[in-house]
């Protein structure tokens, strides 16, 4: 219990920015260039109706520049605060002293008395709340950037399986089996790892953590009851989001991180978090002010000083991060810092990352600043950055991110993948190119396979199981009459809209969903997988279901017993995929001979072992043949038919090499897929590849000695 009492203040300092637990009290740090006065207010709650004491600061005392900064003398750790500014209101500014702003350095917010909807008046009623608490690590557990050469992580980059999942939605369905107060928390995933681990995959990508708005929703939705479920409306950079925690109220909310991260630690496993440091949930002109409208809106935003200082929107959000304005970039490359080193993740994936290469008039930048500082800060040497590499106005920039770190979610394997396997014709020359790792994009720049995280499926659109059921989106639920969410899926149903019985086309849905699947773990680059997809989860055809945190959007554990054979068929492809360096390759294939197994690399075939012929309009059928690159590893020989007949594909001979057959597609559980030591070899020069199936063959071979790495 906080004692109501009028605590002492002195000048404070200007750094580090937000709170600070010292011995004798706690210092209060916030920047804002134009407010000419400001005022810190202390809560007993998170819900108190009044503040206990408000400490206006004197310009002259508590500013340094644009800091304001005061110390309270004797502050416990438990109470809550808000800041108001008083500042002009033109030009791009929007000061209020009405408002009650939340610390946008906090680590632990309250949105307990949020209400977005609220008119303008009783704003401390409504406003968010930070709370006092001391996150700092001790010195002796963060490690040094000397301790380990700088790229060194549990797994090297090209080795990287990546698991996308809501934190909230992996838990919460009741056939979690975790207890009410867990379910849907940083906790209760905890209980999920050792599931998460045995399927093979090496990273979990979450989607995102830092505090967000959940009643950032237009009307309509908000009128169905229904809420923002994804996250993608942040408000609070430095705060885990205080509703996947079991402790907020106690500002727990970084600790309970902590917890998790350690665990996926100690399991092996690394976690990146998809960070939105493109918008925020103030939104445009008509949004509610949070915090960094109230303290600095013409210098986050872009905003346009020739149209009344409206917001530009480049995101579809209604506003967009200022993010190469020099304040701006300090702060957000601080803050991933802060994630970094503080609460321990091993990567960042960047929503609409686009959004970031553009300079403080929203033109694109060569050399983004922000960008080349996330790709050259120490702190963040050995953590994985992504880019979703475009925006919502058209900046679309895969293979165009700069350096060595800077992998892209390729939108274009993804679409070519679905438009292949669901049967379209005359693509296989650059369906072999996205197989090899997209070197159209990445090799000109001095790139590697690995800057190309493939993907089929991913939280934004159709599941996999729904890519093979459904024609068109179904998105009534949303309350947006369908108009919502993507309209070209590039997906087909197999014969039938949506839920059926016929057990013809199940049969094909399950096997297309194979076919996926091995498609991408077969090809060069880092795979990454929808969760739920390894158990054929569906959303009933709704691909924008970022407000469904309902049964509709959750994971439902039933589906692991009902659908163990495609758990078992991804488990085993992701094994395939990690006994196989040739999969793996930190350079492109070049088709040229190896020296230590004398053949190619790769070697490309059509129906036949002839060179394909890349230019048919009609082709339906690619095969290749992968090098082995590391002793003990076998060859493989890939065979992709797509059309609908049958055909009888020869195997390729190759000196001392005996193939056996270790995927079809074409068969049934358990015989789909094959582990290594129950593999039979294959006894005749060819094999009978059925209709839309992939068959994978590995070539068991010996060499007296090879070096430990090679390719």
Known sequence: MVEKTQYRVREGSRFPRGVTVCPGGVNFSVISRGAIGIALQLYEAADSETPFQVIELDPKVNRTYIVWHVFVEDLPEGVWYTWRAWGPRNNGQRFDPDIELVDPWTTAVSDRLWDRWADGS???????????????????????????????????????????????GFTRHPSAGVDAPRRGTFLGLIEKIPYIKALGVTHVELLPVMAFDEDDVPPAVAARGLRNYWGYSPHSFYSPHPAYCVRPDRGEHVAEFRDMVEAFHDAGLEVIIDVVINHTAEGGADGPTINFKGLGNEIFYHVDPEHGYAYRDYTGCGNTINANQPMVSAFLLECLEFWATEIGVDGFRFDLASVLCRDVNGEPMENPPIVWSIELSPLLARKRIIAEAWDAAGLYQVGRFPGYRWSEWNGRYRDVMRRFVRGDRGIVAEVATRIGGSSDYYQPADRHPFNSVNFITCHDGFTLWDLVSYNRKHNEANGENNRDGHNDNLSWNCGAEGETTNPQVLALRRKQARNFMAVLMLSQGNPMILAGDEVLRSQRGNNNAWCQNNELGWFDWDLVEKNADMLRFTREMIALRRRHPSLMRRQFLNGEVLTLTGIPDIRWYGADLQPPEWDDPVAQVLAFTLSAIREGETHLHVILNMSDLDMMAPVPSLPGVEWHPVVDTGRQSPDDITPPDHAVPLATSDYKVRERSIVVLEGAWSIARLPATQG
Do not use: F
């Open 122 to 168: 009783g704003q401390s009623v409504r406003s968010m709340r930070a709370m006092v608490v001391d996150n700092r690590r001790p010195v002796s557990d963060v490690p040094m950037p000397c301790e380990r050469d700088p790229g060194d992580t549990i797994y090297r980059a090209e080795e990287a399986v990546i698991y996308e999942l809501h934190v909230g």
